[in-house]
């Protein structure tokens, strides 16, 4: 393979850093780079051994000529930092939610709107990246912030936990939930009845255990594996959105790739994408009973949770603020079968 002659300025959009940068002429000679991967989950939950998944299956793929190092656990920044260092280029690859790629591109939270997917097989259809949605959205996204979408894989439904039982948005009058801290979470949060109070998730288990907030919203891998159970009686089964987790690239990174290097990227993506989706699908009941197993309270449509009062509210709150903005959107989404 021929090596890719990188500057200082291109290892940095590499996301090798400043001390990399100076090892280059090594590496050339080595024929080998290593890119650095960065995300807030923990690794034992999907979203967070994925990227482990990925990194060993582009080194598979291309032959060990390309490497991918994880730091997992907000290790490298928050959300909105991890997000932000994609785009300048300190790191190669990372992951969010939809609406965390909004923060680059607005038009992208769309994506993560509530109640907005008829099912899974729906939603994946809309983030595959050769979908006419997310073509419009990945051609964006690189021109307003330098980052591609890779792939995306299914991240689950979201639910609501708390230490008291919720069985309609009137419940929640005056209850504290954590959101995630972009506009499409806070809208859903507040939609649902309850005070919004943006949290970074590095400090969730903590604002819980103390207090700060009553409740979050999360999909059950994430509840188990981080043991949101230890600090929170009940789990409210509202399914009020359906996720996926986006992994994005920056664009100088893709750019400075070889085409044999390129094709290693893609052909991981489509296979770890596959390999998350399945891991969360079969795991989402199983992950559900064994929080019933912990201790915890699950109340669902049987135990009179009522959904459709909770779609109503946060559905109408979500056209009061971004229907004139995404309605387009909304439509070719919904074209899509």
Not at 3 to 23: E, F, K, P
Not at 208 to 234: C, F, I, M, R, W
Not at 250 to 261: H, I, K, P, T, V
């Amino acid at each position: 393979m021929n090596s890719i002659g990188i500057t200082r300025r291109g290892a940095l959009a590499l996301g090798l850093g400043a001390g990399a940068a100076i090892m280059m002429p090594r590496l050339a000679r080595a024929q080998s780079v290593t890119l650095r991967y960065g995300h807030n989950n923990e690794p034992a939950s999907v979203a967070g051994a994925q990227a482990y998944w990925f990194a060993e299956a582009v080194g598979k793929h291309s032959g060990g000529d390309l490497a991918v190092q994880v730091f997992p656990a907000s290790q490298l920044g928050k959300l909105q930092e991890l997000a932000e260092a994609v785009s300048l280029g300190t790191i190669a690859f990372s992951h969010n939610t939809a609406g965390g790629i909004g923060s680059l591109y607005e038009p992208f939270a769309a994506l993560d709107t509530p109640y907005l997917y008829r099912d899974v097989d729906h939603l994946m259809k809309v983030m595959d990246i050769n979908s006419p949605v997310m073509q419009e959205l990945n051609t964006g996204l690189i021109e307003a912030a330098n980052v591609r979408v890779i792939y995306a894989h299914y991240f689950g439904r979201r639910n609501l936990t708390a230490n008291k039982a919720i069985y309609k948005p009137s419940d929640l009058a005056g209850e504290k939930i954590r959101a995630v801290p972009f506009p499409i979470y806070t809208t859903a949060v507040e939609g649902m009845g309850a005070a919004a109070v943006p949290v970074d998730w590095s400090e969730v288990p903590t604002a819980l255990a103390t207090g700060v907030v009553a409740g979050q919203e999360n999909p059950v891998n994430v509840v188990l594996n981080v043991k949101l159970y230890e600090v929170q009686s009940h789990l409210m089964l509202t399914g009020h959105m359906s996720n996926a987790e986006v992994v994005v690239m920056n664009e100088d990174a893709w750019q400075g790739l070889s085409d044999a290097q390129k094709e290693a990227v893609a052909a991981a993506s489509l296979e770890i994408r596959d390999r998350a989706t399945k891991a969360i699908q079969e795991n989402e009941e199983k992950d559900t009973q064994a929080l019933r197993d912990k201790g915890m309270t699950v109340i669902g449509p049987e135990d009179g949770l009522d959904v459709a009062a909770f779609q109503a509210s946060v559905s109408k709150l979500v056209e009061e603020r971004f229907g004139e903005k995404y309605g387009g959107l909304y439509e070719k989404i919904k074209a899509i079968a």
